[in-house]
């Protein structure tokens, strides 16, 4: 990259910065159209400056982070009770990324109610205030004995506001917090009825995107019970828990490319965010929302979310790579079926989770019921798709798709050629020493000239690097070992297949786990190479030219793909 590049890079990214802090939003993708030769890189640095600031507050509780910009404003509450408009604000009960929340009492009707209003009101742009009426009606649309009702929707003294449904009782995070975890069929009841709720929203075309314990109220607290009956939703002795969702302030329409939010932010709170959303993918569907569900009974089996860091970055990280520890690790008195609803919540790709949260809540209320689920891994088919999916580095393989094609061609021209040499009998090691010492080492320089010029180096991009030096360094040794152990040239090539299928096992790890299925026909390779051994390496150049071609096809495409629907975007 040219200095002259750099340089332009960090004027844009200075000024979206400057645009966030000033309150405005920071429209990522209209600086990228404005200049797509910076695009892709543009992306990059401005979700690495949001990491960044995450990581660089340690202070801000991982269940309080709506987004990075959630840190950015704080206020010091006025002065309490005071006049609102037809309201007399009582106190705060609740502060987060976008609002603040206050109990109050409606004058007019003389009842209590919520009044949540956008946080730092003064500094708020239109662009603000619009999004945030957008959102109130958005949930005022909403009609849900579970969701907290929205009664209305206004503005006072030029301040937009929501008067909502008052929940005086503990939200399900303090519960779990003073209490530990509940009982798996209280759990399955309660997270049954929260999922009804996410289901009613998503019909409505609503998805909420930051669903947690600590916006899940409990109306009714302690304040019931019943007993266990064969015909009880819950079979459940004890106290009633009233679950009510609340905070639609990251919501996202289904029906709209626009979100709820400001555009490029990273939004929803790491250790409930799903895989997609950690990734900063902006086609976030209800599957997202499934995911926070099944993260948010796991809490409430085991007292502690599926993915927890010191430090925000790092939770998303784990979010991104790691699986879950089991609930029965945790807490044995987790059944294996209410295991499986969980897990089945919390898989990184979006099609082997629930189809719906109506779904989830059908399996989480037989389940409560004692009833047969609906839940099970799929065969051979759900085996298949956790070997072999993508992990979230797989996206960096668009910028090696032609390149990998050219290696394959390299690949195959240079066995191609030792093959001949040793049908023509030239014997000597100095021979096949230079064509894979000079040859190897010279097109790998080139190789990665060309990625590099193609734009920045990201750290796997690196990794990967050193995993195909290695494979290299293995191969020219082979040559070594063969002359200074008086074997014949080419005695021991199998095991450059079998170096080769070592590359693709760490590829199918790091990347994706179709490389799995490289690794292995380069491992039979080897086994084959040893039983023909007058066509050997012309064998394995076939092979490994194709571990390399067809990948290499499959994201060439996908990145021709990609630069289509930007353009069109």
């Given at each position: 990259m040219t200095p002259d590049r750099d340089e332009q890079l960090a004027v844009l990214i200075e000024r979206l910065a400057g645009d966030h802090a000033s309150g405005h939003a920071a429209d990522v993708d209209a600086v990228a159209r404005a200049h797509p030769e910076l695009a892709d890189e543009l992306r990059e640095l401005w979700a690495v400056a949001q990491f960044a600031h995450m990581a660089r507050t340690p202070s801000l509780a991982p269940d309080d982070t709506h987004s990075f910009a959630?840190?950015?404003?704080?206020?010091?509450?006025?002065?309490?009770?005071?006049?609102?408009?037809?309201?007399?604000?009582?106190?705060e009960v609740g502060r987060g990324g976008m609002g603040v929340v206050?109990?109050?009492?409606?004058?007019?009707?003389?009842?209590?109610?919520?009044?949540?209003?956008?946080?730092?009101?003064?500094?708020?742009?239109?662009?603000d205030r619009a999004r945030f009426r957008t959102e109130a009606e958005a949930a005022a649309k909403l009609k849900h004995p579970n969701i907290v009702t929205v009664y209305e929707v206004g503005t006072a003294g030029g301040q937009a506001y929501l008067c909502m449904e008052f929940v005086g009782g503990r939200t399900l995070a303090e519960k779990v917090?003073?209490?530990?975890?509940?009982?798996?069929?209280?759990?399955?009841?309660?997270?049954?009825?929260?999922?009804?709720?996410?289901?009613?929203?998503?019909?409505?075309?609503?998805?909420h995107r930051d669903l947690k314990p600590s916006n899940i109220l409990l109306a009714l607290d302690d304040a019931m019970?019943?007993?266990p009956s064969g015909s009880s939703a819950s079979g459940l002795r004890g106290p009633i828990l009233q679950p009510k969702v609340s905070d639609f302030g990251l919501a996202k329409r289904t029906d709209s490319t626009d979100s709820l939010t400001r555009t490029g932010a990273i939004v929803g709170t790491p250790s409930y965010m799903s895989p997609e959303q950690a990734a900063g993918r902006k086609d976030i569907t209800p599957a997202a929302d499934v995911y926070a569900l099944g993260a948010i009974l796991y809490e409430l089996l085991t007292g502690r979310p599926p993915f927890q860091a010191a430090h925000p970055v790092d939770t998303l990280l784990l979010v991104l790579e790691q699986e879950?520890?089991?609930?029965?690790?945790?807490?044995p008195t987790v059944d294996r079926e209410l295991e499986m609803i969980c897990l089945?919540?919390?898989q990184k790709p979006a099609d082997l989770r629930y189809p719906s949260a109506a779904a989830l809540a059908a399996d989480l209320e037989a389940h409560a019921a004692g009833r047969p689920v609906n839940a099970a891994p799929s065969g051979l088919r759900f085996f298949l798709a956790r070997v072999f999916r993508e992990t979230h580095h797989a996206d960096v393989l668009e910028n090696w798709g032609k390149l990998w094609m050219w290696h394959s061609a390299m690949i195959f021209l240079l066995c191609l050629l030792s093959q001949v040499m040793k049908w023509t009998n030239l014997d000597h090691h100095l021979w096949y020493m230079s064509v894979w010492s000079v040859g190897l080492v010279a097109w790998g320089a080139v190789l990665?000239?060309?990625?590099?010029?193609?734009?920045?180096?990201?750290?796997?991009?690196?990794?990967?690097?050193h995993a195909w030096a290695a494979g290299v360094m293995a191969s020219i040794s082979m040559f070594w070992i063969e002359w200074l152990g008086n074997l014949p040239a080419l005695t021991l090539s199998p095991a450059v297949a079998v170096a080769a299928g070592m590359v693709m096992t760490f590829k199918a790890?790091?990347?994706s786990g179709r490389f799995y299925i490289w690794a292995a026909a380069n491992f039979v390779t080897a086994v084959v190479m040893s039983v023909v051994p007058q066509a050997n390496v012309l064998l394995f150049g076939v092979v490994s030219a194709l571990s390399f071609f067809v990948p290499g096809l499959k994201y060439y495409r996908q990145r021709a793909e990609s630069l289509a629907r930007r353009a069109a975007a």
């Open positions: 959630a840190a950015l404003t704080e206020s010091a509450p006025s002065a309490l009770p005071r006049t609102f408009g037809d309201f007399e604000l009582l106190e206050y109990k109050a009492r409606q004058l007019s009707l003389n009842r209590t109610v919520a009044i949540k209003m956008v946080r730092e009101a003064h500094l708020a742009t239109d662009a917090r003073a209490d530990g975890p509940l009982p798996p069929r209280a759990a399955a009841h309660l997270v049954a009825q929260i999922a009804r709720a996410v289901a009613s929203a998503h019909d409505a075309g609503i998805i019970t019943v007993e879950p520890v089991p609930p029965r690790d945790l807490n089945k919540c919390l990665w000239q060309l990625r590099k010029a193609a734009g920045p180096v990201l750290f796997v991009e690196r990794q990967i690097a790890g790091l990347l």
